[in-house]
């Protein structure tokens, strides 16, 4: 049932990205273009395209945010709520589909800002014939001096990953925590973020005093000392996910539980 | 006795003691219902008398404040939305989505959808599968609403106030959809208060008022007792005395 979801909700996202995304990559090649030589504006078509390029950018992000806000609360807490809360599954998976779709459109929109910044320098950057055979090539040689770089970055994207997870969950929390109440929903929701987001900050400052106080700073000596900086940097990067899995648990039960319990759709 | 006689025994809707709160005011208070299967059963009050929030807790959108109700046996989750297929009293359609891509979502998720009848249904309405829901009139939403619910060969329907707000033409397509379409060995549940026009449809009547019910039997039981018809009943029970506070 969760591959059902999440055809439909890929679909909405495509039908929301489907222009943008083109459109990003587009606009940073014509900005490319429009550069001279030596990298300077060559008049107003480069400096209008300058401006284009950083407004497409913005609105990239401010899209992106905007569709993870609406996919959750016109989706699931107005009138479509009708649809989606009363198909055979559980509200567990429809919190689930939405936030994939999300961590889905996060990557693809991050792919699409970095290709957009090649895009944008490609008159400057002298690619090989073989550009991924190189980049393998320099990763093999960085790897087989530091084997643990692999590992080091496989867990800096899983961080990133679980961490934007945390975010987006974060934000379904605060909208659940906002639909309890039968008025002034936006401003309660909008409140409720802030405080949870402070809560949060306190806590991972309460956990690193905590975390000082029983030794780990010797305990990560001790691992830099053993296994070189890669395994502390990999120990680090370890704990720091487990910390955002702990968040991103804690957010999920708190919206499913509001939504199994005390949903209110009128 | 076999599983399928004891299941045809068994009510498929149990409501014993049910209580729905919001806030201080009780929409629903003490309910006490058994409704079988195979009956086309009106569920008659004015507004505000509980119908849309019994319905919602028999969809599962909502949680009882006190008491329970069992669907098949059991309680409102994954398996009894399964087996209902539910109206309710406003568009709940994506405005992204095209009609093909609701008929393809109701085949995705309900084992009991006829995509056929769908379709033919769709293009008796004059409606293609590129049509996007956000270019259709309010009219032809609600049709293609009720031509996908009515797809389905569920075990109950629960349909929210299905002729209200519509003309008189519109309200007899509607019901003429609802006959020809449903599951006859299931049980559909009409909440309305336009009783004239479902009257001569229904095999039994709920009468629910201020969220007690007050009135539970079959149709032509009532009529022969009563020596009235539904709708005289109806009034009768539910007169506003506005001197006196009473409710419209």
Request: include cysteine; charged fraction near 20%; hydrophobic fraction near 50%.
């Amino acid at each position: 049932m969760l591959r059902k979801l999440l055809k439909y909700e890929f679909r909405c996202m495509w039908r929301e990205f489907a222009i943008l995304w083109p459109a990003a990559l587009a606009v940073a090649f014509l900005t490319g273009c429009s550069l001279e030589d030596n990298g300077q504006s060559s008049g107003m078509f480069s400096v209008v395209m300058a401006m284009v390029f950083t407004g497409v950018m913005i609105a990239l992000f401010v899209i992106s945010v905007i569709f993870i806000i609406k996919r959750f609360n016109s989706g699931l807490l107005r009138d479509e709520g009708y649809l989606m809360f009363t198909l055979p599954v559980t509200t567990g998976k429809l919190v689930l589909s939405k936030l994939l779709t999300a961590l889905v459109m996060i990557i693809i929109t991050c792919v699409v800002g970095i290709a957009s910044m090649f895009l944008l320098w490609w008159k400057f950057i002298n690619l090989p014939q073989d550009l991924l055979g190189e980049i393998f090539r320099a990763i093999g040689i960085i790897t087989s001096e530091e084997p643990l770089l692999w590992l080091s970055m496989f867990q800096f994207c899983v961080m990133m990953l679980v961490w934007s997870a945390a975010s987006i969950l974060e934000i379904y929390a605060a909208i659940s925590i906002g639909h309890l109440f039968q008025r002034w929903r936006v401003i309660i929701s909008v409140i409720a973020y802030i405080v949870i987001s402070a809560i949060q900050t306190q806590l991972m400052a309460l956990i690193g005093n905590l975390a000082t106080l029983v030794g780990l700073g010797d305990f990560m000596r001790y691992i830099r000392i053993g296994g070189g900086e890669y395994a502390a940097a990999n120990t680090a990067f370890l704990m720091i996910i487990l910390l955002g899995l702990a968040f991103c648990v804690a957010y999920y039960v708190i919206t499913t539980l509001i939504l199994s319990k005390n949903l209110n759709l009128e | 006795m076999n599983e399928t006689a004891v299941t045809n025994h068994t009510p498929l809707i149990r409501c014993c003691g049910l209580v729905k709160s919001f806030g201080a005011k009780r929409a629903l208070d003490g309910v006490e219902l058994e409704i079988g299967r195979g009956r086309i059963v009106g569920l008659l009050g004015p507004n505000g008398s509980g119908k849309t929030t019994l319905i919602k807790l028999l969809c599962g959108l909502l949680q009882p404040s006190a008491g329970f109700l069992m669907i098949d046996g059991r309680e409102p989750g994954v398996h009894t939305k399964g087996i209902t297929s539910y109206l309710p009293d406003r568009m709940y359609f994506a405005d992204w989505m095209c009609s093909r891509d609701l008929v393809d979502l109701f085949a995705d998720f309900y084992s009991d959808f006829d995509r056929k009848k769908a379709t033919e249904m769709c293009s008796t309405l004059g409606i293609g599968p590129r049509d996007r829901i956000k270019s259709m009139s309010k009219g032809t939403k609600e049709k293609l609403q009720l031509a996908l619910v009515m797809s389905r060969a569920a075990q109950l329907y629960l349909l929210d106030e299905p002729i209200a707000g519509v003309d008189p033409a519109a309200r007899d397509f509607i019901l003429s959809t609802i006959l020809t379409n449903y599951n006859e060995n299931g049980t559909v549940l009409i909440s309305t208060h336009l009783i004239s026009d479902v009257e001569r449809t229904l095999d039994e009547a709920v009468f629910l008022k201020s969220g007690h019910v007050v009135r539970h039997e079959a149709v032509d039981e009532l009529r022969e007792r009563e020596g009235k018809s539904v709708d005289a009943l109806f009034r009768e029970i539910f007169r506003a005395h506005p001197m006196e506070g009473g409710e419209w």
